[in-house]
């Protein structure tokens, strides 16, 4: 049995059910939410894909999803619990986090950014602490997946934007995660990269049945990679469904409030979306 | 953990067809974590032998700067001398307990030298533990106002004279720690409010809340009679002057606790480094870290404050130096910081006490000859390196 028939029988990681969030002071927040009654149920080993113009809330589902953000009304459950009855650093040793960008403004190596991911796994009741063997091997074991084993040494202000992001990602393996989270994991890179990550993101997927939820402005990469995309419009689900489902004429026109056309990538036959002349 | 092979992107359900994979995704990865373990030497990272290794070496080299700055000053002791009164011990009996020597090293600079060493060491640690809260390598409790904050808590005491003193202790650290507090939350909100990474926010931001914290201290030694105002300037221009044991020991306390606070949550602080956002995903309790990072940085710059008065960059150019030849990581960076500041401004002081012998200079004014070039230069080559 591959291990993908297998974690598809697992619990379901999140069961968001009609959250809504907004920023600022309570009152203020639920009046004008950047995200209202969302509800989704995220399968055991997919890749789901959050869509939708800027300013939709797709970051903002992601960061509740990590509970970086704390909704003002409705529940989130991560595994069957309640998401508030979780402490931090459980919740950070079944889900990782990548985040849109990773700036550091300190002469970090690499490994040691990749070793902050065994920081949940840590049991610390006095003292700074220190990594343990399995910690290492762990680490190195992320850091040869994503190939920079040999940057271990280098500093993570001194690499490019390609290798950073590789090795934030390798970090958040080092969390041995369930699910995976990524904002926006291309966004920076250019298309060399941008493949490079993808397939990473769907080997992951493929091999170890690790679920993963990432948000993406790019409509092709996600067809191409995703199980099962999520539109959002302006903080509500507009359409949720497979590639061929979702990416459809009239709802991304409707969504994105622009003229779309959407054909058969010649390679493997998923929907395609251009914008005409 | 399942191993890699290169045929599995093709088991793809939708009929994906498998993209040829890039070099070092074909190549079969280890296949267990046992065998990761081999190459585990390769991820370097800090181990005890290491950090007690280095803390210790420190250590020494701060004792041994100790002994060699207790022999000058107005009155030169010779080396040999120094050894032989440290011998006796602070409670010598007989004619020894009256020798000039014996009461200038035991009674004066023992104390002084001491003092000079548990500040300087303080305002690092604490200058390296606002670095890594802020994201900011330039922060530094004197720069971003902390400690103007806390000069306006003791002075309001000083000038008001509420109540100085409780079971017979100075209760003016108390006030210097609350005007820290305040200081460091306004600093904290404006550095959170402009995003992540505005390094000029929060410098702009600490002048002006400097600038501020000044003025009202100015204005309340205008109030003060002109005695005690006299005093009040020359203290806030920093100055180690005059401590005697007791006081010491009082202080010593205070700055153990909060360094030790400090180191407690020094992996915490790596991870503060990445932004708060980051730090939570990977499983810190951000508001609760921080509320202890703040209290310990607060009482340790409250405390230095009270009993020395302003004291400048020795908070960012010492975990600096330190960073480039310790690396990062907080677990070294504090400790090493804390022997570092101690070390420096154990030398900085000795200087202040005899270039112009007998007339002192504020050691504050010291540090912020030596320190503010270094804090320009860094500002100037930091912004060459966000614009390139």
């Known amino acids: ?277 | 953990m399942t191993s890699v092979t290169s045929h599995s992107g093709k088991a793809h359900a939708g009929g994906t067809p498998a993209l040829p994979a890039p070099g070092f995704l074909s190549r079969p990865a280890p296949a267990s974590v046992a065998e990761g373990a081999r190459h585990a030497q390769a991820v370097a990272t800090l181990s005890p032998i290491k950090w007690f290794g280095v803390s210790g070496a420190l250590g020494a080299l701060a004792f041994v700067t100790f002994v060699a700055c207790l022999g000058f000053g107005t009155e030169t002791i010779s080396f040999a001398n120094v050894a032989t009164l440290l011998a006796q011990g602070p409670f010598a009996e007989g004619e020894i307990q009256n020798a000039p020597h014996y009461i200038i090293l035991w009674q004066v600079r023992i104390p002084r030298v001491l003092l000079a060493f548990m500040v300087g060491g303080s305002l690092a640690a604490v200058g390296a533990s606002l670095q890594a809260l802020l994201r900011n390598p330039l922060a530094d409790p004197y720069v971003i106002g902390i400690s103007s904050g806390a000069a306006l808590g003791a002075a309001v005491a000083v000038l008001f004279g509420i109540g100085l003193s409780m079971f017979g202790l100075s209760v003016l650290p108390f006030y210097a720690f609350l005007g820290a507090l305040v200081a460091l939350l306004i600093v904290y909100r404006i550095a959170v409010s402009y995003g992540s990474f505005s390094i000029h926010t929060l410098l702009l931001g600490g002048v002006v809340l400097n600038a501020i914290f000044s003025a009202l201290i100015l204005f309340l030694t205008t109030l003060a009679d002109p005695y005690k105002a006299s005093g009040m300037y020359a203290w806030l221009m920093g100055s180690l002057t005059g401590p005697d044991f007791s006081t010491v020991l009082i202080l010593a306390v205070y700055l153990f606790l909060g360094v030790a606070v400090l180191i407690s949550q020094a992996s915490a602080l790596n991870l503060l480094t990445l932004g708060e956002e980051a730090a939570r995903s990977l499983g810190v309790e951000v508001e609760r870290v921080k509320r202890v990072l703040f209290a310990a940085a607060a009482l340790l710059t409250g405390s230095v404050v009270a009993f020395s008065g302003l004291i400048g960059f020795v908070g960012l150019i010492v975990p600096h130096a330190v960073r480039l030849v310790f690396g990062a990581d907080h677990r070294l960076l504090l400790i090493a910081s804390g022997m570092v500041g101690g070390i420096f401004l154990m030398l900085a002081d000795t200087l202040a006490r005899t270039l112009l012998s007998p007339t002192e200079i504020p050691v504050g004014v010291v540090t912020a000859l030596v320190g503010g070039p270094v804090f320009l230069y860094l500002l100037v080559r930091q912004r060459r390196s966000i614009v390139a």
């Open chain 1, 1 to 277: 049995m591959s291990a993908r028939s297998e974690t598809l029988n697992r619990q379901s990681p999140f069961v968001v059910d009609a959250v809504t969030f907004g920023f600022g002071r309570k009152e203020t927040a639920v009046q004008s939410p950047v995200l209202k009654h969302v509800s989704l149920a995220i399968a055991s080993g997919e890749v789901l894909g959050i869509l939708g113009p800027n300013g939709s809330g797709k970051s903002t589902l992601l960061k509740i999803l990590m509970r970086i953000l704390v909704p003002q009304q409705g529940r989130v459950e991560l595994f069957g619990q309640p998401h508030d009855a979780v402490a931090q650093a459980e919740i950070a040793r079944r889900v990782a986090f990548v985040p849109q960008e990773t700036q550091q403004a300190f002469p970090f190596t690499i490994s040691e950014m990749v070793l902050m991911g065994r920081y949940p796994h840590h049991n610390r009741t006095w003292g700074p602490g220190w990594e343990s063997s399995e910690d290492r091997a762990v680490a190195m074991q992320a850091m040869s997946d994503l190939g920079v084993a040999h940057l271990g040494g280098r500093l993570i202000t001194n690499v490019s934007g390609g290798e950073r992001q590789r090795a934030v990602i390798a970090r958040a393996l080092a969390q041995e995660p369930e699910v995976l989270l990524l904002d926006e994991p291309t966004a920076f890179l250019d298309l060399h990269h941008q493949l490079e990550i993808a397939r990473i993101i769907r080997r992951l997927n493929q091999e170890r049945g690790l679920t993963v939820v990432l948000v993406s402005h790019d409509l092709n990469l996600a067809s191409q990679y995703c199980d099962r995309l999520l539109l959002l419009r302006e903080g509500e689900i507009a359409a949720v469904g497979s590639p061929e489902e979702v990416i459809a004429g009239e709802s991304l026109e409707r969504v994105y409030d622009c003229p779309v056309l959407v054909d058969r990538h010649p390679q493997s036959g998923m929907p395609r979306v251009t914008l005409p002349v």
